[in-house]
C-alpha cells in the first residue's frame, strides 16, 4: 500500500477534497480509522486501531480523543471515561489484566486525588 486508503464521504474545500461525514481509512503502517470526520478532521464518535493493536473506540474532537470513550491495550487492561486532548481526563476507571482497578478522577493524564 502507497499511502492511506479512504473510503467515504468527502466534500471539497477550495478545490480539494476532504473527508466529511462517514467513512474509514486504511494507512499503511497498519492502523485503521473508521468513523465519522468533520471537514478533514476525526471528529464525533469513531474507532481507531493503532499499529500496535491498541483500540480506541469514542469521542473525537480536532484529530484528537475528546469526550467519553474506551481506550483497550493490547494486553486486555484498559481506561473507561472522559478524555481531553488525547488524554485521561475527568472519571474514568483503569482495569489492568491482573484485574486491579482504579476509579477516580484523572487530570492531564494523570490520577488525580484518592
Do not use: C
Not at 485503521?32 to 478533514?40: D, I, K, P, R
Amino acid at each position: 500500500m502507497s499511502g492511506p486508503k479512504y473510503q467515504g464521504e468527502t466534500t471539497t474545500i477550495s478545490s480539494q477534497k476532504v473527508y466529511h461525514g462517514y467513512g474509514s481509512i486504511h494507512w499503511p503502517d497498519g492502523s485503521y480509522y473508521e468513523g465519522n470526520w468533520h471537514y478533514g478532521s476525526k471528529a464525533g464518535h469513531g474507532k481507531y486501531l493503532y499499529p500496535n493493536g491498541n483500540i480506541y473506540d469514542g469521542d473525537w474532537s480536532n484529530d484528537m480523543m475528546n469526550g467519553q470513550g474506551q481506550y483497550v491495550l493490547k494486553d486486555g487492561s484498559y481506561y473507561k471515561g472522559f478524555f481531553v486532548d488525547n488524554l485521561f481526563h475527568g472519571k474514568g476507571e483503569q482495569t489492568w489484566i491482573d484485574g486491579s482497578k482504579y476509579k477516580g478522577t484523572y487530570q492531564k493524564g494523570e490520577r488525580y486525588g484518592n
